[in-house]
């Protein structure tokens, strides 16, 4: 027993006996004194006086005893140095301010609100290397001040082997408080219960770094206001709630705190010297603090060492991992002491889908990668607490996850580790599980897959976003078919491949991977062989190489009478001849390809099939048909609940409605149409909306607008390589700048339009912008210019059966000749162009013919003919609204 604390039992005991005697003495005289009731009334007085003096001595000695400060020689100040803090400013400026905040000892007298009575807690988690340690250091010396009672720090090793044991702990808390070895208890409740009877009354701040759990905590908390702990730990803790009692998750430091953090090692000069590669060297080392202060010490100890040198070390994935190792620093046994804790499952599961494409992962990947009946919920939950998976907001939806890539790299080693037996009866249970839910998927776009298919939601999948979820898990779903084969699974693969046929529109398949993924082998089922060959000409199709999608079916460019078309293989061949811009024959073959799905009552590849067909007609010239074909594949895509359909074909109505000068009913479809491809994450469709968009908006006169949705098309197609779309949007510039009075502007579109086209070999958009050069001369008074142009465009649309470019062509050049004196060559180039509008239905295209030809006959002296001719289009509305209408100043299509 410490010699100050028998002292003060000494001193309280003699107290008591004082007060004893002088109670019994006062007895004495006031029972000589008085007599009957007034001395028993003055000795009850006598007693309560004594009493209420026993009382005080008796506290004042317990708080002497228990409170009084500490001498100096037993005020722990037990801080370890600050490690380098560089950024983090709102988060540790938060801390401090909260630390500094210091009550005064509750003294024994109850607060008025609980959690003023408690001590605070503030506990910092996050994963490992994140700079748990390095915040609270530094906090820590911040606030000292505020506990002149003392600091303690303790490491409770909660990332080693033998988390540092809380009754351990206790013990040198207590003997660093002053208590003397023989009066620290046995027992850790024991212990526990005299740290917080000592520390009650003080103010005390204690720093629990590095905690396993909230087990091993919880002994090591103190009661009094006064006290404050702060804890650093890779998982959350549980603590209790109150407002003096928080959790704080430590995050990444952002871009700017990540490029100040290696400079704070490597050296502000060397970092401003080369900003750009020292950016890319911080995304390498994922902005984690612990790679940035590896990376910056190597470069500190070898000024030979430049940043590209170390960019190049760093920029191979695969040896990364293996470069973050320092001294005692090394990433590797950073993400080992959290990986080693895991279960069994958890280490299994994590590596499988850390071998997966990158990507985002789900509830739906944890749980096909565990062993059936394993808990797939706490799996999640434990790699999320121990920050080996990041989780991303849901949005309503099913959660998220990612690796990063560091962590990715070594769970992958550490999988390659595991037995391969272990490894193939992992991913068997993968392939089975992909199998499984895109056949399930597929199904309701080929309901013979109905069979195949499970009864039940294939992994709580939902079919009405199957091509959302395909598109997402495309290259995985390619790994899972390749994998089938080497784990013998060929029958497996090929059903997985074919249901991967019925999602071409969404997913991306090159020719080369399509000759492989559809490889039909020795596949003995004639339904798979069949789906397995439309894929891989769809692919083709997809790759722009149409003469390779019809060998797939046309030999030698003739049907092979082996090998009968059936319905779905001719939406197929439609879809090439379309591609080679051979319309006529694209419209037939749909046509009837349209016609035999609806006697099988194939309802999806109706829907697909009359998605193309109204483009093939309004290409043809027949608009109000493909208005028609359009509106009813919308409404089989709501029947589907296909969003990515509806959107499409939101878009491609819009583009027939805008043909029909209807821009007001087009313009609402495509911008929905930009929203959904926006939320869908689908950027060239997105791109295609907005240029459509633009269209519309030029119609409406909105041209501004108009180059605002080009500029934000461009935006997206420029960075993919998009060269025919960015050649596309600048023919469509064309007009716009034309219209006004930017000619110069207007012939630059031109020019890099055509040098697009020339280059693309796009014989058919080439012609297209020749037309609009022709148009530009015309505007411009060069009507003798304008007709090569305008010629060439004619020849083109004509040979590939664009009716309506034809017609617009044909119109340009009447009033070209019109123009330079020459009636016949004008008439008959102007009634051609009436003669096909007339056969589509487009009355407000056939309405600016009927001027110009109205001009070009009074021209030629044919006044009576004139004349007649303008009596019968007086019955066309749109003829009455646009009086005096000239082709040779007017912007095309516009009013």
């Known amino acids: ?455 039940e939601r294939a992994g709580g999948l939902d079919r009405s976003t199957a091509a959302d979820w395909v598109a997402g898990e495309s290259e995985r779903i390619k790994w899972a078919i390749t994998r089938a084969r080497r784990l013998g699974l060929e029958s497996e693969g090929a059903e997985l491949a074919e249901g991967l046929t019925y999602f071409l529109d969404d997913v991306k398949v090159s020719t080369e991977s399509a000759r492989w993924l559809f490889d039909a082998g020795a596949e003995p089922r004639a339904r798979v062989v069949g789906s397995l060959r439309r894929g891989r000409a769809a692919a083709a199709l997809g790759s722009g190489m149409p003469d390779t999608a019809l060998e797939v079916f046309l030999p030698g460019g003739s049907a092979d009478p082996a090998a009968p078309l059936t319905a779905r293989d001719r939406a197929v061949v439609a879809r090439a001849y379309a591609a080679k811009s051979d319309f006529r024959s694209a419209l037939d073959h749909m046509t009837t390809a349209v016609r035999e799905l609806r006697a099988d009552g194939d309802r999806w590849h109706v829907l697909s099939s009359l998605e193309k067909l109204g483009e093939f007609q309004r290409w043809r010239g027949r608009p109000r048909e493909a208005e028609h074909s359009q509106q009813e594949a919308l409404r089989l895509a709501a029947e589907f609940g296909d969003l990515r359909a509806q959107a499409r074909l939101r878009r491609t109505l819009a583009e027939t409605l805008g043909y029909l000068r209807r821009p007001q009913e087009a313009a609402p479809l495509l911008e929905q149409a930009v929203h959904d491809f926006r939320v869908l994450g689908d950027r060239v469709w997105e791109g295609a909306s907005l240029y459509a968009l633009g269209k519309i908006n030029r119609l409406l006169a909105r041209r501004e607008a108009a180059l605002e949705a080009y500029d934000k098309a461009e935006d997206i197609f420029g960075p993919m390589g998009e060269r025919l779309w960015v050649g596309r949007i600048d023919n469509a510039r064309i007009r716009v700048y034309a219209g006004m009075g930017r000619f110069d502007e207007a012939w630059a579109a031109a020019r890099a339009s055509l040098d697009a086209f020339r280059q693309l070999g796009h014989e058919t958009w080439h012609a297209h912008t020749q037309r609009d050069v022709g148009w530009l001369h015309l505007r411009q008074g060069r009507s003798a210019e304008a007709v090569a142009p305008l010629t060439e465009a004619v020849e083109v649309t004509r040979r590939v059966g664009d009716a309506y470019a034809q017609a617009m062509a044909l119109h340009l050049r009447g009033v070209a000749h019109r123009e330079l004196g020459r009636p016949e060559e004008a008439r008959a180039d102007l009634e051609g162009a009436l003669a096909i509008y007339r056969s589509g239905a487009y009355e407000w295209n056939e309405a600016i013919v009927l001027h110009d030809l109205i001009r070009a006959l ?28 000239d082709g040779a100043r007017a912007v095309p299509d516009e009013e």
């Open 1 to 455: 027993m410490s010699i100050d604390v028998q002292a003060r039992r000494r001193r309280l005991m003699m107290a008591t006996a004082v007060v004893a005697a002088v109670t019994g003495m006062s007895g004495d005289l006031i029972f000589t004194e008085l007599e009957g009731a007034q001395a028993l009334g003055a000795f009850g007085g006598a007693v309560a006086l004594m009493g209420g003096v026993t009382v005080l001595m008796y506290r004042h000695a317990t708080q002497e005893q228990v409170a009084s400060p500490s001498p100096a020689s037993t005020v722990p100040h037990q801080l370890p140095s600050e490690h380098r803090l560089v950024g983090r400013q709102l988060l540790s400026a938060s801390l401090i301010e909260r630390l500094r905040d210091v009550p005064a000892p509750a003294s024994g007298i109850l607060p008025g609100e609980p959690a003023a009575g408690q001590a605070a807690v503030v506990a910092v988690y996050g994963a490992g290397g994140t700079g748990k340690t390095a915040l609270a250091l530094h906090v820590a010396h911040r606030v000292k001040e505020h506990y002149p009672d003392g600091q303690l720090h303790v490491d409770l090793w909660g990332d080693g082997d033998r988390p540092r044991d809380s009754g351990e702990v206790l013990g040198e808390f207590l003997h660093d408080l002053g208590v003397a070895p023989e009066d620290v208890p046995d027992r850790t409740d024991g212990r526990a219960r005299r740290f917080r009877s000592l520390t009650n009354n003080l103010r005390l701040l204690i720093v629990l770094d590095n905690a396993h759990s909230t087990e091993q905590i919880q002994p090591l908390l103190p009661v009094g206001a006064g006290c404050s702990v702060l804890v650093t730990s890779r998982r959350p803790l549980s603590i209790e709630d109150g407002s003096r009692r928080i959790r704080k998750k430590i995050q990444l430091p952002d871009e700017n705190e990540a490029l100040e953090l290696l400079s704070a090692y490597a050296g502000q000069e060397r970092v401003a010297a080369e900003p750009a590669t020292a950016l890319e060297i911080v995304e390498f080392c994922e902005r984690l603090p612990l790679s940035l202060r590896i990376v910056g010490e190597k470069l500190a100890t070898r000024e030979d060492l430049t940043l590209r040198q170390m960019h190049e070390r760093l920029g191979h994935e695969g040896d990364r991992l293996h470069e973050m190792v320092f001294g005692n620093l090394s990433l590797q046994a950073c993400l080992s002491l959290s990986y080693r804790d895991l279960p069994e499952p958890a280490r299994n599961a994590m590596g499988l889908m850390a071998s997966l494409h990158k990507g985002r992962l789900t509830d739906w990947h944890v749980r096909q990668c565990l062993p059936a009946g394993a808990a797939a919920g706490s799996v999640a939950d434990e790699l999320v607490a121990v920050g080996l998976m990041e989780a991303h907001d849901s949005d309503g939806g099913e959660s998220g996850y990612r690796f990063h890539d560091l962590v990715r790299v070594f769970a992958q080693e550490r999988y390659e580790d595991l037995p391969p037996q272990e490894r193939a009866a992992a991913e068997e249970r993968l392939v089975r599980a992909y199998r499984e839910a895109v056949v399930y998927l597929a199904a309701d776009r080929a309901p013979e897959l109905g069979a195949e298919a499970s009864r």
């Open 858 to 885: 009074r021209a030629e002296g044919a006044a009576a003919e004139a004349d007649s001719v303008e009596a019968s289009a007086a019955a066309n509305p749109a003829f009455a609204r646009m009086p005096g209408r």
